[in-house]
C-alpha cells in the first residue's frame, strides 16, 4: 500500500514540522538547556510523528476499503501497522 495523494501533502508536513523540531531539540541539548524544555519539546516531536503515522495507515484503511479488499492479509497488516504505533 501507498499513501494515497490526498495524504501525500499532509504527511509531509507533519513529518517536516517534526524534522524541524527535533533539530530544535538537538540544539536545545547542545546548549545545555533544562532538561524539562528538552522532554516537552520531545514529547511534541514525537507526537508529530505518532500523527504522521496514523495518517498513514489510515491512508491505507481508505485504499482497502475503495478497492473494496476484504483479504484478512490486508487487515492484519494494518493492525500491525497501527498497533507498532501504540
Given at each position: 500500500m501507498k499513501v494515497d495523494d490526498e495524504s501525500v501533502g499532509a504527511v509531509l508536513n507533519r513529518l517536516r514540522r517534526a524534522q524541524g523540531q527535533l533539530a530544535g531539540v538537538i540544539a536545545m541539548v547542545e546548549d545545555g538547556r533544562d532538561c524539562t524544555e528538552?522532554?516537552?519539546q520531545l514529547?511534541?516531536?514525537s507526537r508529530a510523528l505518532d500523527k504522521a503515522g496514523f495518517k498513514i495507515v489510515a491512508s491505507g484503511m481508505r485504499q482497502c476499503l475503495a478497492a473494496g479488499v476484504d483479504?484478512?492479509?490486508a487487515?492484519?497488516?494494518l493492525e500491525r501497522l497501527f498497533l507498532?504505533?501504540?
Open positions: 528538552v522532554v516537552t514529547a511534541a516531536v483479504a484478512p492479509l487487515q492484519e497488516q507498532s504505533l501504540a
